[in-house]
Structure formats: structure tokens, C-alpha cells
């Protein structure tokens, strides 16, 4: 299976503090995607990392991909109460043509 | 626009019934998608329009039948569900960069219809 799987599944951290999540993957990617999803809503999309490149900015999201390790990891600084979600990767795959989620990890922002 | 409007956002019918959900989109994005989402579970990809044309089904159980009537219409038409099928029902869309590359730009995802079958 192509789908990406998250660490950690759960994560509680206060308000102010960093928080990061990990993806790996099984196969090769044309791209990674990272989506939050606020309880029972629609995903959101934060960011598209391509396969080439190995990291990426948005506000206070930062993204790393390591292709050798067919791994990922976001990276949240300054965290907020709105950031409490739960944040999914995605990969994208020219072959299957399909975009696959991972498991994702529950983020807990406590003021 | 850059909305993905489902309708109904709640939805509760028998196992005889036949309903449909909707959802539309008018960002000219020309792939669209249907996931099924399972409480603390991650989305599970059920169908790929690409171009009006269904171009992924994922071995989907025929009670659930998609529908691409235009560009901006996608309908998942239902008949027959078991209780199991209770779950967040979620369209999506993009917007390839060609008909071999529909992966390559970020989905938009709608807000869910929240099905339960009694």
C-alpha cells in the first residue's frame, strides 16, 4: 500500500510551543500534500512539497521531504488554540493517479 | 469562488431508501473525487473523475453509483446501504495541468455530508 503513515497519532503540546509530525510513505511520489481537518469538516489544504524539492515555507508551516527515507515532516511554530485539528499527509502518484491519505495525527493546542 | 459546496450536509435514510448527494464546484477544476471518511480514520478514496470521465473506481460496491452530469456536478447516488455505510461522505476537486497529471495541484474538499443509514 502506498499510504503514508503518521507519527505521532496523537499530540498535546501548549499553546506557544512547536509541533511536529512525521509521514513516511511506501513508494515513490510525484509529490506530498499536508491537510487539516477540524473535527467532523472538510479537509483543508496547507501545502504541496514536489518530489524535488526538500523543503518549503507557508506562514508558520515548514515542511521537509526526504525521498531517501520516504519520509516527511510538518513543522508548526508558535502554535495557536485555532491549530487544534487533526493534520493528514497525502501522496500523490503518477502511476496510480490517485491521491492517498495517511493516518494522520491529532493535534491538541491547550491555552 | 474557490468553494466545494455538498449538499445535504446531514443526511439519514433507511436501508431501502434511494437518496443522492450532491456537490458542485465552479473553479473550472476538471477532476473531481469521492472519499468516504470513517470517524478517526482518514479519508478513503471511492471514485476519480478526470474530464467528465470516470477514471478510478475503487472496487466501490455497486449500491454506491457517481454521476459527472457537467464539468462542475458530481452526484453519488445511493440505494440499498447497509448501516456500515454511515460515514462523512467528502467531494473534492482540482485542477490538473493535463490529462495525464491529475495529481500534481491541491485538492479543495468540501465540507462533507454526514450520512447515517438506520
Known amino acids: 500500500s502506498q499510504q503514508g503513515e503518521e507519527d505521532p497519532q496523537a499530540l498535546s503540546i501548549q499553546e506557544g510551543e512547536n509541533a511536529t509530525m512525521n509521514c513516511s510513505y511506501k513508494?515513490?511520489?510525484?509529490?506530498l500534500q499536508w491537510y487539516r481537518q477540524n473535527s467532523g469538516r472538510g479537509l483543508v489544504h496547507l501545502i504541496l512539497?514536489?518530489?524535488?524539492?526538500r523543503e518549503k515555507h507557508s506562514g508558520r508551516l515548514r515542511v521537509t521531504l526526504d525521498t531517501s527515507k520516504k519520509s516527511s515532516s510538518l513543522l508548526i511554530t508558535a502554535s495557536r488554540a485555532a491549530d487544534t485539528a487533526s493534520y493528514f499527509c497525502?501522496?500523490?502518484?503518477?502511476?496510480?493517479?490517485?491521491?492517498?491519505f495517511g493516518q494522520g495525527t491529532r493535534l491538541t493546542i491547550n491555552p | 469562488d474557490t468553494e466545494v459546496t455538498q449538499t445535504p450536509k446531514h443526511l439519514v435514510m433507511g436501508m431501502t431508501n434511494k437518496k443522492s448527494l450532491k456537490c458542485e464546484q465552479h473553479?473550472?477544476?476538471?477532476?473531481m473525487y469521492w472519499y468516504k471518511q470513517k470517524a478517526k480514520k482518514p479519508p478513503e478514496l471511492m471514485f476519480v473523475?478526470?474530464?467528465?470521465?470516470?477514471?478510478i473506481n475503487e472496487s466501490v460496491p455497486s449500491r454506491f453509483s457517481p454521476e459527472c452530469p457537467n464539468s462542475s456536478l458530481l452526484n453519488l447516488h445511493l440505494h440499498a446501504l447497509q448501516p456500515e455505510d454511515s460515514a462523512l461522505y467528502l467531494c473534492?476537486?482540482?485542477?490538473?495541468?493535463?490529462?495525464?497529471?491529475?495529481?500534481?495541484?491541491?485538492?479543495?474538499f468540501g465540507q462533507g455530508t454526514r450520512l447515517t443509514v438506520v
Open positions: 473534492a476537486s482540482s485542477h490538473p495541468r493535463d490529462r495525464a497529471s491529475i495529481l500534481n495541484t491541491e485538492a479543495f
Open positions: 473553479m473550472g477544476h476538471r477532476a
Open positions: 497525502a501522496t500523490g502518484n503518477q502511476g496510480a493517479q490517485k491521491l492517498v
Open positions: 473523475y478526470s474530464y467528465e470521465k470516470l477514471s
Open positions: 513508494t515513490s511520489i510525484n509529490n
Open positions: 512539497i514536489r518530489s524535488n524539492e
